[in-house]
């Protein structure tokens, strides 16, 4: 059986790391989102705005590690055509 070496090998620590950098990058934007929403003059309910800042902190988390996941799975593929770099359009 043909096993990856150590270096190609998927590692879900660094998933783990980028997802908890995409929560963080996703908390700074709701963060930014809630203070241009604070100083606006539009009345909306609590429970909703919290529901989308979390969506929205979740969602960073979500795009990091989806991306994470995919760079190691393309890195790791034996097939040279994830590998290839396409020289513009044809």
Same mark, same amino acid.
């Given at each position: 059986?043909?096993?990856?070496?150590?270096?190609?090998?998927?590692?879900?620590?660094?998933?783990?790391?980028?997802?908890?950098?995409?929560?963080? !990058? #996703? @908390? $700074? %934007?709701?963060?930014?989102? +809630?203070?241009?929403?604070?100083?606006? /003059?539009?009345?909306?309910?609590?429970? *909703?705005?919290?529901?989308?800042?979390?969506?929205?902190?979740?969602?960073?988390? !979500? #795009? @990091? $590690? %989806?991306?994470?996941?995919? +760079?190691?799975?393309?890195?790791?593929? /034996?097939?040279?055509?994830?590998?290839? *770099?396409?020289?513009?359009?044809?």
């Amino acid at each position: 059986m043909n096993r990856p070496s150590t270096a190609q090998r998927f590692s879900g620590t660094r998933v783990l790391i980028a997802m908890f950098l995409g929560l963080m !990058l #996703g @908390a $700074l %934007v709701a963060f930014f989102l +809630r203070t241009v929403i604070a100083q606006t /003059p539009v009345d909306l309910q609590s429970q *909703r705005l919290n529901l989308f800042f979390g969506m929205v902190t979740v969602s960073g988390a !979500l #795009g @990091a $590690l %989806v991306v994470e996941t995919m +760079r190691q799975l393309q890195q790791s593929s /034996p097939e040279t055509e994830y590998r290839r *770099r396409r020289r513009g359009l044809r």
